[in-house]
């Protein structure tokens, strides 16, 4: 099988707008930090009407093809994970076929996967599945995901966003997703869902999400590190998996304040695993809750404080250099793990990445959820793999800054636009193009069948 597989390269999409969460928290009458320090979020961006699901991943596609230089044919496989569904059959990877027209490859294995966040994640597993099997036909893959996280007026709201993200996948990556090594929980709850097909808006049951997503975390944290130490095992090494392992953590993003409360509870993980007679001065103020099991533990505000407390410095250094995308543009559904990784890698050099361990945390509503990681290479010097990826993000930040801040009112009439033309037909979306970041495909029509066209801004 071909070595080292993983991502080698990364192209990240959002929208040319956002709404800031503090003119949100005023323009919803709700008490001042409700947004901004309890739940973390900064900034979120949406979408014009002129954009859907299909133009998002015609875009980050287009714009990595572009930046990697690769030709067309040199893709094998390309697989879309979204929840973002405008067509129960045709799938968005069919859309993007249009893309290697030119090129006469119509030999691409892959298509969409859907089950909440989750769908990118299982998307990457397919892939480097592929790669790592018979099938394999020594071409590169492409992981697509992307998503419009939007909701109805009130308190799931300021937890929108929208995003895509593309992965190149192929061998000899900086990024190596690390074999044998997946720890993965599944079960049947309905925390957030979309039966509503008529509707681009989930139905969420905000706090059972919360209570699932962290029950998710415990089990996919025990599975892998199970799965690790039978590695370490084998290979003569008795030593138990903890946090110290993982130089970088990355979790999908929710909210941001969601996902340091993540960080705490793999800590509360290690120390409820550790020994009782453990010194370890990074437990401190936790012996108090030594009894206690994991599960009883979801909605205990005491511990919540104690372990947030106790892990600071931890989530400081591992995690909070990944949630910048996020909390500038707000949730990304599928592809928000993915920009936390994007994220982590714009703000850090490549040297201090060199041979790092980054462990990722993936959550599907429903639900479905694994813990993995990367091996990041060791080479960072000049010119390197892992070089040219660190700098292909550097200007997220820049890029973040050139959108345009938009105000409560514009957002609220634009999400009320978007349910007015929600599947209508006959129809092209109003508004300006040049408020597009040039380069973006957006919708230009959608005639009596639901046949969508798209075109591409200069
Ligand atoms: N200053 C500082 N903090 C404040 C504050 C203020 N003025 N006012 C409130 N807060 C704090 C609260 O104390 C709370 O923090 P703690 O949980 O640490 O106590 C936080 O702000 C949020 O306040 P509420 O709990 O009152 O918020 P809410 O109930 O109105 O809504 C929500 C929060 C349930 C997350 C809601 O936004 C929601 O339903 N979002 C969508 C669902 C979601 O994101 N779920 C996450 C897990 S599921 C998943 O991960 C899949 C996915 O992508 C959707």
């Not at 044998?180 to 709850?189: A, I, K, P, S, Y």
């Not at 909390?327 to 060199?354: D, F, I, K, P, V």
């Amino acid at each position: 099988w071909p070595k080292d597989v993983g991502i080698l390269a990364l192209e990240v999409y959002f929208p040319a707008q956002y709404v800031d969460q503090t003119d949100l928290e005023k323009f919803n009458n709700v008490e001042a930090g409700k947004y901004t320090v309890g739940l973390g979020q900064t900034r979120m961006g949406f979408c014009s009407v002129q954009e859907d699901i299909n133009s998002l991943c015609l875009t980050v596609v287009q714009r990595l093809m572009e930046r990697t230089k690769l030709p067309w044919d040199a893709v094998g496989r390309l697989e879309v994970g979204t929840e973002t569904i405008i067509d129960k059959s045709k799938a968005v990877k069919t859309v993007l076929m249009e893309l290697f027209q030119d090129s006469g490859n119509t030999d691409i294995e892959g298509i969409d996967t859907t089950n909440a966040c989750y769908g990118g994640t299982a998307s990457l597993f397919n892939a480097a599945n592929w790669m790592e099997s018979s099938y394999w036909d020594g071409r590169y893959a492409l992981v697509v995901c992307g998503d419009i996280a939007v909701y109805p007026n009130g308190n799931a709201r300021p937890t929108g966003g929208a995003g895509a993200v593309a992965m190149l996948i192929g061998p000899k990556a900086p990024l190596v997703l690390e074999q044998g090594l997946r720890g993965t929980h599944m079960e049947n709850v309905y925390d957030f869902y979309k039966p509503n097909l008529a509707s681009e808006y989930p139905l969420v049951d905000g706090k059972l999400s919360i209570q699932c997503y962290m029950r998710a975390l415990d089990r996919c944290y025990a599975a892998y590190r199970k799965k690790i130490q039978n590695q370490w095992k084998q290979a003569g090494n008795n030593q138990s998996f903890t946090l110290d392992d993982v130089q970088y953590m990355i979790f999908h993003t929710p909210f941001c304040k969601m996902v340091q409360k993540s960080l705490a509870r793999l800590m509360f993980n290690d120390f409820l695993s550790s020994s009782g007679d453990t010194q370890n001065n990074l437990y401190k103020g936790l012996e108090a809750f030594r009894g206690l099991k994991l599960e009883e533990t979801y909605t205990n505000k005491e511990v919540d404080k104690a372990i947030l407390k106790a892990s600071l410095d931890m989530f400081n250094k591992k995690t909070k250099a990944s949630l910048y995308l996020s909390t500038n543009n707000g949730n990304m559904y599928t592809s928000s793990l993915y920009g936390c990784l994007a994220s982590l890698l714009s703000q850090h050099s490549a040297q201090e990445l060199a041979g790092s361990r980054i462990g990722a945390f993936s959550y599907g509503s429903g639900l479905a959820a694994s813990f993995f990681s990367f091996r990041v290479a060791k080479d960072a010097s000049p010119g390197s793999p892992l070089e040219k990826l660190v700098s292909s993000v550097s200007d997220l930040p820049k890029r973040l800054d050139s959108r345009r801040r938009m105000s409560p009112e514009e957002f609220t009439d634009i999400m009320n636009q978007r349910e007015q033309f929600y599947h209508k037909v006959n129809f092209s979306p109003p508004g300006d193009t040049n408020n597009l970041f040039p380069g973006t495909w957006y919708l230009e029509r959608v005639d009596e069948m639901h046949r969508r066209k798209y075109a591409r801004r200069p």
